[in-house]
């Protein structure tokens, strides 16, 4: 059963726009979350976090937003670049243990 | 500063053999984790080693064990390997909790 959901597997958006990225969970007891990013041909690497005690974080062009009620998270990047194409995964973890639960991932195109 | 490691880039085999896996995580990072990749599927957790010992387990059959050395290195080993093991094994190392340095995948492909 998969507790963590991301139900678009591509995206594509123009250079230059934002990329706005979903993912859904299901168990409650969720508290940390994370988004990966992931060439091909190598592992993901982490992008960036948020904890449950904010329903925002922000790094750069990248923004995390957290919807505890809703049990939704999503990634925008803010102007996409053609680099930015890649597949993003989101991951969820409760804070009293150490495995993360991951989507299915969505890949991201980046449109010159 | 040298990434996660992981060996081999590619393995196949056949079904009933045994495959091993090899990881080494970053120099200082004592977790390390393998993650099941298969086609289709998201990353699907298996195991956390930290300080030597299996802190937890994903669910997954016994056949799927591993270890870690004293040197923090891990080895994943699937026994009886099946036609549905084929994926993509992914290693992570940490320091703490809240990130994981992954490595490059092992590709294995069971005929």
């Known amino acids: 059963d998969q507790q963590v959901k991301q139900n678009s597997p591509s995206l594509s958006v123009q250079e230059g726009r934002i990329s706005i990225l979903n993912c859904d969970y299901t168990?409650?007891?969720?508290?940390?979350f994370l988004w990966y990013k992931k060439y091909p041909a190598e592992g993901p690497t982490f992008l960036i976090s948020?904890?449950?005690?904010?329903d925002k974080n922000e790094d750069g062009r990248f923004t995390v937003f957290l919807n505890k009620s809703a049990k939704h998270l999503s990634l925008h990047i803010v102007p996409s670049q053609p680099g930015d194409s890649a597949v993003y995964f989101c991951?969820?973890?409760?804070?009293?243990?150490?495995?993360?639960?991951f989507g299915t991932g969505t890949s991201l195109t980046v449109i010159p | 500063e040298a990434g996660v490691t992981q060996s081999p880039t590619h393995l196949i085999k056949t079904r009933g053999q045994q495959a091993t896996l090899r990881c080494s995580p970053i120099?200082?990072?004592?977790?390390v984790y393998w993650y099941q990749q298969a086609l289709g599927l998201g990353l699907q957790f298996l195991l956390w080693?930290?300080?030597?010992?299996?802190?937890n387990r994903g669910n997954f059959p016994p056949r799927f064990s591993g270890r870690q050395f004293p040197n923090y290195s891990s080895e994943l080993n699937v026994n009886a390997l099946e036609l549905e093991d084929s994926a993509l094994y992914l290693c992570?190392?940490?320091?703490?909790?809240?990130?994981?340095?992954f490595g490059p995948g092992t590709r294995l492909t069971v005929t």
């Open positions: 992570a190392s940490s320091l703490v909790e809240d990130e994981q340095y």
């Open positions: 168990n409650s007891m969720f508290d940390y």
């Open positions: 948020i904890s449950s005690i904010k």
């Open positions: 991951a969820a973890s409760e804070s009293t243990g150490n495995q993360f639960y």
């Open positions: 120099s200082g990072h004592t977790s």
């Open positions: 080693y930290d300080e030597g010992e299996e802190r």
